[in-house]
């Protein structure tokens, strides 16, 4: 489908409250003249209450309203913005200083604004998400998935956001995670690591619990070890099933 700003075709276009559909490019942009002062979302192209299409938010809208959400907390009157040049470059050490001290606020404000800070990584290949969850950022993973990060992009050792959340112990984000359908949770890293072997190993109880609770998780049980009495326990039982 065709994006109704730039015609670009592209199977990832967003939905906004009216039914239009903007690709991720267009979108931030359009979404700065689609409310006024008192919240309310208007059509830019001048859909009225009897044409529009009921839909669920848009990743994009709820951004927006998650900003607001965040202004009104901190008591602040306006919504603020970050610079809105397409060419705007953010390096991945200042995106990762803001992700390490958790300010949420203006990460937001950049990733509304700046849509092509989802394509930055480190030289690694790591990606912000990889970093929310290395960081156990579970509020700012979800922003990046609310923006349309690709959840199963991996670094040059073939490492997902799965194994970051998993191998820490960082349960909040790992559940915010599997909670997709297009998660590749049984990802193998070069060393054949999965999310799950790496839980057991490190004896991160909780987050295996979770992921046992997953109707498609694989268990390499040549490969499974754990010293943790209630790891070994969960995996006895799951074998069971």
Not at 35 to 63: I, M, N, Q, R, Y
Not at 92 to 106: A, H, Q, S, Y
């Amino acid at each position: 489908m065709k994006c109704k700003v730039c015609s670009r075709t592209t199977r990832r276009l967003k939905i906004l409250n009216c039914g239009h559909r903007y690709c991720r490019h267009c979108v931030n942009g359009v979404l700065q003249f689609c409310f006024d002062e008192d919240g309310e979302f208007h059509c830019l192209l001048g859909c009225t209450e009897k044409t529009a299409v009921e839909t669920t938010p848009s990743p994009a809208a709820c951004l927006t309203d998650e900003l607001k959400k965040i202004n009104k907390e901190n008591g602040d009157m306006e919504l603020e913005s970050a610079p809105t040049d397409e060419h705007e470059k953010y390096t991945f050490k200042e995106l990762e200083d803001i992700i390490r001290d958790g300010d949420d606020k203006t990460f937001l404000l950049i990733l509304t604004n700046n849509p092509n800070v989802l394509n930055v990584r480190d030289d690694d290949g790591n990606t912000l998400l990889m970093e929310a969850a290395f960081r156990n950022k579970p509020s700012i993973a979800k922003y990046l998935i609310d923006a349309g990060c690709n959840i199963n992009d991996v670094n040059k050792r073939n490492q997902n956001a799965f194994i970051c959340s998993a191998c820490y112990g960082h349960h909040d984000v790992l559940n915010l995670l599997i909670n997709h359908d297009d998660t590749n949770i049984n990802n193998e890293d070069s060393f054949g690591s999965t999310p799950l072997y790496l839980a057991a190993a490190l004896c991160r109880v909780e987050c295996v619990q979770l992921l046992l609770s997953l109707p498609h998780i694989e268990i390499n049980e040549q490969r499974m070890f754990t010293s943790d009495a209630t790891i070994k326990s969960l995996l006895k039982e799951h074998r069971r099933k």
